[in-house]
Nanobody, 118 residues
Framework: QVQLVESGGGLVQAGGSLRLSCAASGRFKSIHDMAWYRQAPGAQRAMVAHITSGGSANYADSVKGRFTIARDDVKNTVYLQMNSLKPEDTAVYYC????????????WGQGTQVSVSS
């Protein structure tokens, strides 16, 4: 059973920083692409940042220059460093990973709330 467990969310003032973590556990052969998504109330879930197994990253325009995605393949963990946070970054953040277990498929974390006050 593969699981993704997120941590690091919370309440922060505008201009502050948070670091989210997402660790994969269970039995699997390899982890391919990993990504962070977010969903604000009344909005659709949208990609924030994505990183390939080779380490290439891309970002939504709204977070470029403020957020950084990174992965540690020894710890099977993906991170999202969020700086210069804005109230509009408030959302539930989800990690997603494409994992080769019984079959190659996408797994999602349970979500972690990030709230930014003005």
């Amino acid at each position: 059973q593969v699981q993704l467990v997120e941590s690091g969310g919370g309440l922060v003032q505008a201009g502050g920083s948070l670091r989210l973590s997402c660790a994969a556990s269970g039995r699997f052969k390899s982890i391919h692409d990993m990504a962070w998504y977010r969903q604000a109330p009344g909005a659709q879930r949208a990609m924030v940042a994505h990183i390939t197994s080779g380490g290439s990253a891309n970002y939504a325009d709204s977070v470029k220059g403020r957020f950084t995605i990174a992965r540690d393949d020894v710890k099977n963990t993906v991170y999202l460093q969020m700086n210069s946070l804005k109230p509009e970054d408030t959302a539930v953040y989800y990690c997603k990973a494409r994992i080769d277990s019984v079959m190659l498929m996408d797994y999602w974390g349970q979500g972690t709330q990030v709230s930014v006050s003005s």
